[in-house]
């Protein structure tokens, strides 16, 4: 079955019959979708309603709802209270993942973020991609070296001419829109999969509340960082184009050992191994995208 990723951009009443989410907008009539053919909703304009009743099947069914602001960015995700049987059991082994665990896991996920970042820049031509992945031995336990931001100086510079990150450009609000939807999803699954999504592995805000989102975002940063490279327009205006363009990032796919998976599948898939690993303690439990930079294709 195919599931659908719905971005919902017009005024609209979204309700729900039979199981379906029911889209109607005006002069267009209504338009019927099984709620279990979907994957996500975003919902992009104030003038959008949507039924309790919806949100409650929509909780039911799995399907991810994400709230845009008046800046088009994502701000909130819906999931529902009771979404596994063992939450409070898998909390408490979540507490009780040792700091040398979290410090490897760390490690690996870095590792992992520039090896992808190498093979984006070897993808675009830049030969600095043999100086990123001659860094990838260099990251030591908990990345005490900070190589991430060494590597991430380098990567930026060349990924995006006469850029800066956070600053108010085009590129890095595009960059944050790619990010957010990411964000949102993960958040999701790790409530799915029982996780506290506010204690994370190197991340320890005290006014964050999605932590270890922020985490495990590092594994998929790539996609959305190749997807703004490969956009041909110019202008300086966020636009409805715009986003249209990067909600297609949930079509990307994403290379593991044992073959490819659409970007949210991917998300659970590394989310579920992330849950292997706090029960168990054993960090090789976790699961990363597989990147060569010898063969690399980009699949965003």
């Given at each position: ?130 100086n990123i992945a001659g860094y990838i031995n260099e990251v030591k336990s908990g990345d005490v070296g900070n190589i991430e931001a ?141 990147h060569k930079i010898d063969k690399y294709r980009i699949l965003a």
């Amino acid at each position: 079955m195919t599931f659908q990723n719905l971005l919902i951009t017009k005024p609209s009443k979204l309700s729900c019959a039979n199981n379906c989410l029911v889209v109607t907008q005006r002069d267009e009539g209504a338009v019927s979708i099984p709620l279990n053919n979907i994957n996500l909703i975003l919902i992009d304009n104030p003038q959008i309603t949507v039924s309790s009743f919806l949100m409650q099947q929509c909780v039911e069914n799995g399907v991810i709802i994400i709230c845009c602001n008046d800046k088009h960015m994502p701000e909130g995700v819906m999931y529902g209270y009771n979404t596994h049987f063992q939450a409070s059991r898998i909390l408490d082994m979540q507490i009780a993942l040792s700091i040398p665990a979290k410090k490897q896991l760390w490690k690996s996920i870095i590792q992992n973020k520039i090896l992808s970042q190498a093979c984006n820049l070897c993808y675009i031509g830049s030969e600095k991609y043999s100086n990123i992945a001659g860094y990838i031995n260099e990251v030591k336990s908990g990345d005490v070296g900070n190589i991430e931001a060494i590597c991430a100086r380098v990567y930026f510079s060349e990924m995006f001419k006469n850029f800066r990150r956070f600053d108010d450009d085009k590129i890095n609000i595009m960059l944050n829109y790619g990010y957010s939807l990411i964000r949102s999803t993960i958040a999701k699954y790790l409530v799915v999969s029982g996780l506290n999504p506010a204690m994370g592995i190197m991340h320890r805000n005290q006014f964050n509340n999605f932590n270890l989102a922020d985490d495990i975002i590092e594994l998929f940063r790539y996609i959305v960082d190749m997807k703004v490279y490969n956009y041909s327009k110019q202008d300086d205006i966020f636009t409805k184009d715009d986003r249209v363009y990067l909600f297609e990032i949930f079509e990307a796919k994403v290379q593991f050992d044992d073959g490819s998976l659409n970007l949210i599948n991917a998300i659970e898939k590394v989310i579920q191994s992330f849950q292997r690993v706090v029960k168990s303690g054993n960090v090789k439990e976790l699961m990363t995208p597989i990147h060569k930079i010898d063969k690399y294709r980009i699949l965003a």
